[in-house]
Each structure stands twice: as C-alpha cells, then as structure tokens.
C-alpha cells in the first residue's frame, strides 16, 4: 500500500474506507463509515431472595453485524444484495420479488472488507482483510437519491451467520487456514 495504515490489523490505524467484495463481485468503497457491531443477547439469572439486580448474567445469542453505505452502485452490484432483482441485457432490469426462501440457505455469501489506504487503493495485505462466511445483507433505505448536489448513496446491513462448515465461526482476519 502506498500510504499503509499504521497499525498490524483490520481494525486498528486511521483510515476508516474499506472496498467491499460480497459473493465474489466488487461492490466498490464505502462512503461515510463502516460498522462492525458485536450483537449479544444476555439474559439475567434473578433470585427473588437476592434482591432485584440480577445474580447472574447468561449470554444466550450472539452475532456480527455490519452497516456500510456504498457509494458505486450499479444495477448489477444491487443485484447481489436485493432479492427479487435481474439484470437482462441491453441495461434491462427487472424489478420483482424473492420471498418466503431461508435467508441462511439461499442468500448469505462471503462478505470481504478490505482497507483502503490514502490513495485509494485495498491492501493486499491479509491482515488488513475481514471476511466473514455467511453474510445476509439487507438493503436499508432508499435505493437512488436523485437531487442536483446529492451524492448517490445505499446503506446496507449486512448480518452475519455462523456457519458449522468453518468450525461455527462468522468469519476471520487474515488467513482462514489456521481455524480449520
């Protein structure tokens, strides 16, 4: 990387941009921020003789979960992220629906986050590379914004599955070779 980010990890240094890869097609860098978020489910132990703040707490779900908003989107990388969406040929696109299908089954695939340094070029580096297995994204908002000085933006929400043929982990940094 021409200007590498300081730091030895994906989450660690300054530059916050990352290039996004969902089920093998470039969807292009972030604009704005990317969250990685930690998602747990906890659940208190009460004892009635104990008073009433919890004896205990349980972790009983746990999750990922990230939010990025794409800022070169196209028809074809909307594709891969909206159920119900077809790209024809001669820039046709139908706009139709996909429901009552597993979201597990038929529409998380791997979701990479690499980062991109100053220059605006993703790091070849695996280290600066987030992959997560079983990504189910989700489309939050409006699709096109249409405005004299707007830029043209669409979050996206990406919830992130275990997945049992990759020893239930969500995913990795750097090379998936030493969990399996």
């Known amino acids: 990387m021409a200007n590498a980010p300081m730091g030895t990890n994906f989450i660690e240094g300054v530059l916050g941009v990352v290039r996004l890869i969902f089920n ?3 969807l292009g860098k972030t604009v704005d921020e990317a969250n990685l978020e930690f998602i747990e489910d906890i659940k208190d132990i009460m004892f009635a003789q104990d008073g009433t703040q919890p004896a205990d707490k349980v972790p009983t779900g746990q999750a990922y979960q990230v939010t990025f908003k794409l800022g070169e989107q196209t028809w074809l990388r909307m594709a891969q992220l909206m159920r119900g969406v077809t790209v024809g040929g001669g820039g046709n ?13 038929a529409f998380a695939k791997e979701l990479k986050l690499t980062r991109v340094d100053s220059d605006g070029v993703a790091s070849t580096d695996p280290s600066y590379t987030l992959v997560f297995y079983k990504a189910f994204p ?3 908002g409006p ?12 979050e996206v929400v ?10 239930n982990l969500f995913g990795y940094q750097g090379s998936d070779s030493s969990f399996l």
């Open 158 to 167: 990406c919830y992130c599955f275990r997945d049992v043929a990759h020893n």
């Open 138 to 140: 989700q489309v939050n």
């Open 24 to 26: 093998s097609v470039d």
């Open 93 to 105: 696109v139908g706009l139709g629906a996909d429901l009552y299908r597993s979201g597990l089954a």
């Open 143 to 154: 699709v096109g914004n249409f405005g004299p000085d707007t830029q043209r933006t669409v």
